[in-house]
């Protein structure tokens, strides 16, 4: 696939969807959700045409974890083509074996957009033919059967490729000069509502750190490598995130930013954020 096929793979299109994440999953009543929903049942505020009634209205309504969900297109993949366009409302057999094959591919889905970040960087160049043949096998695995894929060690496919994906990052960050805000920062950072404000933060190793309700207006993250950082409800007003390393979508829906925010090409800035 090229690039640009690649990215549209990766991003949900509810519109070749059966509201999948709107019946497959459960979601608890809190600040994020309004009610309680078990899996497997529809969503009451979805319609015959698999489409959300208060789409529009999602944050106002309680609905806020909507918002911030994204599929990485297993979506559309999985009714698609796993299920030939099929629908959980045509057959019981269908639905069990439709919602169980959702929440597979989209963490299939997931490690794809991973390695398409890390082969779309120059840097990545001594190791772009195993990317590419990771991509690959993961991409074929995504387009088996409901079966095999229920059979695959998704655990063991995403430790696999720990190191790979690692080893891109330091090629990669290998080239930027740290600043001393930048060197401070450490994987799995506890930053909770951290004041970071206006920091040059290129090339920082953030992977997993914790940025829940932190301040990062103005901060250049360029180079920087994510990889399960937690965003929600971070401040990115004005920040540069254009050429951060292994940013989703997911990861941008849960913070707040605005129109001075930088995004890369393959990330979408969210309804929500300010203008």
């Known amino acids: ?3 640009v096929n690649r990215r549209d793979d990766l991003r949900a299109d509810c519109s070749r969807c059966v509201g999948l994440c709107c019946v497959a999953l459960a979601f608890a009543r ?20 698999y489409r959300c009634v208060i789409h529009p209205e999602l944050r106002q309504r309680g609905f806020k ?20 366009g099929a629908s959980w409302r045509d057959d019981p057999e269908v639905r ?8 597979l591919v989209r963490q299939l889905q997931e490690l794809l957009v991973y390695l398409d970040d890390a082969s779309s960087r120059a840097e990545a160049a ?12 993961i991409d074929a695995l995504t387009e088996a059967s409901p079966e095999d894929i229920a059979a695959a060690d998704i655990d063991g496919l995403r430790r696999a490729l720990g190191p790979l994906l690692s080893h891109v990052s330091e090629l990669v960050r290998d ?4 600043s001393a805000d930048a060197r401070a920062r450490r994987p799995g950072a506890e930053l909770f509502g951290a004041h970071l404000a206006g920091q040059d933060l290129r090339g920082a190793n ?34 540069n995130l254009s050429e951060t390393m292994f940013l989703t979508q997911f990861q941008v829906n849960a913070a707040q930013g605005d129109a001075m925010t930088l995004l890369p090409e393959s990330v979408s800035r969210p309804s929500h954020w300010r203008r």
């Open 175 to 178: 080239g930027v000069q740290l």
């Open 1 to 3: 696939m090229t690039p």
């Open 126 to 137: 001594p190791v772009r033919k195993e990317l590419e043949q990771a991509y690959a096998d």
């Open 206 to 239: 953030l992977r997993g750190a914790w940025l829940i309700g932190a301040d990062l207006r103005s901060v250049d993250l360029s180079h920087a490598d994510v990889l399960g950082a937690d965003f929600r409800d971070a401040e990115l007003g004005g920040a």
């Open 96 to 103: 069990a074996r439709m919602f169980a094959t959702f929440p």
């Open 30 to 49: 809190s600040a994020d959700f309004a009610f309680t929903k078990d899996a497997g049942d529809p969503c009451v505020n979805l319609d015959d045409d």
């Open 65 to 84: 974890g909507c918002t911030v969900f994204d599929c990485f297109g297993a979506g559309q993949k999985v009714t698609q083509h796993t299920f030939g």
